[in-house]
């Protein structure tokens, strides 16, 4: 695109950003459901997904029953991707292309929606992978953006982005994280239409630790450019936060999550 390859964390992703039971197929019909208008008359609802990764998105909007096209610069994404497609009987439903979002490989119009998941902040420049999807897709298709949303979540990511700006680090996708909103914006300027929508509702609980774990670990992009000399210390930091706020590191904490489709209609 260019901009982060997931290689790295290719084989632990789906565990680390994985949904409760159902809830996937929840988003995957959800997805269908309002994307289905933008089809062709009498044909498939097809779909093109820039940083599809292994598929979370992607192959549940197979399942309910569109063709899809993943495009990813991650070689170790995309064949957990196709691996996972074939296990579930979907591999003629979805293709997935290894390559660059700012030059996709498809002819104009191919599409009747084209779908950007926490994608834009990963790379280094964000216009030309709009404009590429907007040229990919029909006239009177679809763009969408989808994003997860943990409530229980924004005391420690919030910390942990300023730990991180307190070390002079501020991460890409903290210091980008209105990307989204300047990308909507750009698109209603050229006539696109916008519909928000929550898709799914789940709730889980989990620890602070396991988010501290998860940083140790190298698991979130915001770290991988992080020298241990800066990230270390800012881990304890957040640690002794996290002690001051929470009182132990093992405390359940709920976290009420969704997944949000900021929906916008070419002209």
Known sequence: MPGQSFDRVATEYDATRG?????????GAGLYRVLAPFSRPEQRLSVVEAGAGTGRVLLP???AGAWTAGVDISAGMLRLLREKAAATHLPGAV??????????PFAAHTFDAGLMVHVLHLVDEW????????????PGGAL???RDDHTGADWLDTHWAARLAEAGEGGRAGARENIVSEAVALLTARGYTMQDTILANWMVERTPESYLQRLRERCFSSTWNVPDSVLQPAIARLTDDILAHYGRL???VPQEGHFRLLLLQRP
């Open 95 to 104: 293709r997935a292309v290894r390559g660059d979002a700012c030059r996709l």
């Open 250 to 252: 093992d405390i359940p």
């Open 19 to 27: 949904w409760p039971p159902g809830v996937a197929a929840q988003i």
């Open 144 to 146: 969408a953006f989808g």
């Open 127 to 138: 216009r030309p992978v709009l404009d590429e999807m907007a040229r990919v897709v029909r």
């Open 61 to 63: 909007l197979a399942a």
